[in-house]
């Protein structure tokens, strides 16, 4: 195990009715006037924006609506965020919707106190200060609930990229289960595609003796395998709901992921298919991952034939275990298609003839990535091929 330091500040308020406390929560933690942040329309129709702002009302706290955050959230909404939040003296914002809402709100947050272009933070600078920011999830999925990051998609150039600091961690989030009971079968199946992948980039790793970290991720990948199916074919599941939150916030928290090298590429690979197509990131893992397990796998067989056989419950193939590994990553394509999840580029709606562009805009000219394989351009158009026309299927 390697050395490592954890820190996850927020304070998780989880449960039914927890978005009532939202002013009090806000409060708190210090907010007076608030950019109450959302998306695209749910959080009105579900009426949980109107219970937040009577919370907020309640706790005599002022606030200024931005709505409109679109999935793959972009920079041109994060610009008038920061313009609102000067203009009107905002001291913290709330997030009221899903992995897009609160990483626009989280790009506002580092912007407002910064003179430059807040862009500046999507390319390797790290911020100084931060509006506080706080948290009603909609969506388990993204885990920005709980996590140091940040994805926005420059709309010039479609440029999607990552920002990370504990500067923009959330103050506190709230949890209620019963708020992710309106998502459609297709958003809830991305969600959870996306918490096993957070899962994954930490659980393939060069590091050796992380037990305990390759048991916790075990704990929530089976948790995943579980709940999943069942919300599928029951939305209103409250129990399988609330697993299915939690773990999410699990997932990506770090808790999983410590004292260990990770992977991400991944989730790299993937950026670039949700940047070029407007695709969901769940869809797009559900493509990209089994094909980079299916490129790496040779790097370490024993680690991909544990994972087939604590994970998806295969037969270990003592003889050869490279079936046993295979036959993993077969079964979480298994899975992914039995949740409603594409398999290949086809399904997706991405095309072959643009995977040199893709790889172009990864960017990593003649470099390579880090992580558990160290990947060249070739090796990412590679992955790209496999996800186009997959073989363990
Ligand atoms: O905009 P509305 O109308 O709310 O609709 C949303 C959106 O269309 C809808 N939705 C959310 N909650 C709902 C609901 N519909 C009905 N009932 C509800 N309760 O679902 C759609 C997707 O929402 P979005 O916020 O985009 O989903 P998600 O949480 O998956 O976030 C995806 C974004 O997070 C980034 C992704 O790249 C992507 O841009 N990520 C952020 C990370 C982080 N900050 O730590 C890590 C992740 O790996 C990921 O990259
Ligand atoms: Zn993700």
Known sequence: MDNFQFYSPTEFVFGKGTENEAGRYVRKHGGTNVLLHFGGGSAVKSGLLGRVKSSLEAAGIAYTE???????PRDTLV???IRLCREKKIDFILAVGGGSVIDSAKAVAMG?????DF??????????????????????AAGSEGSGDSVITKEEGGLKRGAGSDLIRPRFSILNPELTCTLPPYQTACGATDIMAHVF???FTNTTEVEVTDRLCEAVLLTMIKETPRVITDPSNYQARANIMWAGMVAHNNIVGVGREQDWNSHGIEHELSALYDCAHGAGLAVIMPAWMEFVYKHDVMRFAQAAVRIWGCPMDFSDPENTAREGIMCFRHFLRSI?????????????????????KFGIGDG????FVKLSAEDIAAIYRIAAAPELI
């Open 66 to 72: 931005l709505g409109g955050v679109k999935p793959n």
């Open 79 to 81: 610009y008038e965020g």
């Open 112 to 116: 407002v106190p910064y003179e430059g």
């Open 119 to 140: 862009w500046d933070f999507y390319s390797g600078k790290d911020p100084e200060a931060a509006l506080p920011v706080g948290t009603v999830l909609t969506i388990a």
């Open 201 to 203: 980039e930490r659980y």
């Open 340 to 360: 409603g999840m594409p398999l290949d580029f086809g399904e997706l709606g991405a095309k072959e003839e643009d995977i040199p562009a893709l790889v172009e």
């Open 368 to 371: 390579r990535t880090g992580g």
